[in-house]
C-alpha cells in the first residue's frame, strides 16, 4: 500500500471537513474556541493589580485618558 504524503495545509483541511461533517459548523466553531487557553500568569497578575494602592490605580487611568485624547 502506498501512503501519500500530505501537505500540513491538505491535513487542516480535512480535519476541519472531518469536524464539519460530525459537529456541524457551529460545532467546528465551538470545538476551535474550546482550545483558547488564554495569556499570562492570572494569579500572579491579579496579586498585583490587588497590590496597587487606589491613587496609584486613578492616577493610572486620568494619564491613559489624557493620552487617549491627544
Not at 466553531?29 to 494602592?53: A, C, H, M, N, P
Request: hydrophobic fraction near 40%; charged fraction near 35%.
Amino acid at each position: 500500500m502506498k501512503v501519500k504524503s500530505l501537505s500540513l495545509n491538505e491535513i487542516r483541511k480535512l480535519g476541519i471537513d472531518a469536524l464539519v461533517k460530525a459537529l456541524g459548523p457551529i460545532g467546528l466553531v465551538r470545538f476551535i474556541q474550546s482550545f483558547d487557553l488564554g495569556r499570562g500568569d492570572y494569579t500572579k497578575e491579579r496579586f498585583q493589580w490587588l497590590d496597587q494602592e487606589m491613587d496609584e490605580i486613578i492616577n493610572e487611568i486620568e494619564r491613559k485618558r489624557t493620552k487617549r485624547i491627544e
